[in-house]
């Protein structure tokens, strides 16, 4: 049962560079987030999907794009890495007012 | 506007001590709230919910409206407690968005 899978775990990106962070979850939930954790701020939502086909912006979603690739699958994609994306991203799932399961994060490092 | 404030970004406390992580909200329509925790180089986990005024770990919080509270207690803090704790605040609608406060850094020394 793995829950909510992130990949990768760690990832260091030059300034411009893209890449794309992975996220599955396997408990056919219907929501999917991402956020980004740093220092003194909590977790910020970049983008959500309620339901399979959608995608709507959070708080932060400037820089980054997503795609519900299908129910399991939530992507998110960088395309132009900045330094101030440097962060801890963090990929959720819920099918209700239960709480998220989170997956175990991506350490990214844009330099 | 939504938000979710904790005041304390680092709370230490000794082993044995009650503890009580602080949470304020503010939001106009009928809140769901939630604490998360983070051990170290571990995932968020969910530690509790409002809605199933339950105890975990021997954590509990109440929801008070009228303060637009919900405080997260232990009478007896555990050094394995040692953790960073979220309060967040569920949206409910629209695809339940959460909004999470800034965080509380808790030490529980020997």
């Known amino acids: 049962n793995a829950g909510v899978t992130q990949t990768p775990k760690f990832q260091v990106l030059k300034t411009g560079q893209s890449m794309t962070l992975q996220c599955a979850q396997d408990m056919n939930h219907n929501s999917m987030y991402w956020y980004r954790q740093d220092p003194g701020m909590g977790l910020r939502l970049i983008y959500y999907s309620a339901s399979e086909g959608t995608t709507d912006k959070g708080e932060v979603p400037n820089g980054y794009n997503v795609s519900r690739l299908n129910k399991r699958e939530f992507s998110l994609r960088l395309e132009s890495a900045a330094p101030s994306q440097t962060s801890v991203y963090f990929c959720?799932?819920?099918?209700?007012?239960?709480?998220?399961?989170f997956g175990s994060g991506t350490r990214l490092t844009v330099v | 506007a939504q938000r979710v404030t904790q005041p304390e970004k680092l709370l230490s406390v000794f082993k044995g001590a009650p503890v009580e992580l602080k949470c304020n909200y503010s939001?106009?329509?009928?809140?769901?709230l939630f604490w998360y925790v983070q051990y170290s180089r571990q995932r968020l986990q969910l530690l509790l919910r409002h809605i199933s005024r339950e105890s975990i770990k021997g954590f509990t919080a109440d929801l008070n409206k009228g303060e637009t509270s919900f405080h997260l207690k232990k009478p007896f803090a555990q050094e394995e407690d040692s953790a960073m704790y979220y309060c967040?605040?569920?949206?409910?609608?629209?695809?339940?968005?959460?909004?999470f406060g800034a965080g509380t850094r808790l030490f529980v020394k020997a």
């Open positions: 959720a799932s819920t099918d209700g007012n239960y709480g998220y399961t």
């Open positions: 939001y106009s329509g009928s809140p769901e």
């Open positions: 967040a605040l569920s949206l409910g609608t629209g695809g339940f968005k959460t909004i």
